[in-house]
């Protein structure tokens, strides 16, 4: 059974840097596509990054484009979300989702809270 776990989310200051990650595990083979999603209180859930298998193509959301990277370390069933010059608009609960055989995030972590505070 796939498992994903977060961490690394907490209260910050307005321009403070986190960084989360989300460990794997539970299937064997090719590193799947992973990504950051987020949820601000009364808002839907919003696509925030991707990686894929490699680790070579990297895709972004406007808003936090320039601002948060994401990698991962295939060794360490991995993935990270480095988050700089956080906002206040940042806040959230940040969810890491994996792909499955066919194309669709079918695995989800149970969420780490990062809030931002101006």
């Known amino acids: 059974q796939v498992q994903l776990v977060e961490s690394g989310g907490r209260l910050v200051q307005d321009g403070a840097s986190l960084r989360l990650s989300c460990a794997e595990s539970?299937?064997?083979?090719?590193?799947?596509?992973m990504g950051w999603f987020r949820q601000a209180p009364g808002k839907d859930r919003e696509f925030v990054a991707s990686?894929?298998?490699?680790?070579?193509?990297?895709e972004y959301a406007a808003p936090i484009k320039g601002r948060f990277t994401i990698s991962r370390d295939k060794a360490k069933n991995t993935v990270y979300l480095q988050m700089n010059s956080l906002k206040p608009e940042d806040t959230a609960v940040y969810y890491c989702a994996a792909e499955g055989d066919y194309g669709e995030y079918d695995y989800w972590g149970q969420g780490t809270q990062v809030t931002v505070s101006s």
């Open positions: 990686i894929n298998r490699s680790g070579n193509t990297r």
């Open positions: 539970g299937r064997t083979g090719s590193p799947f596509v």
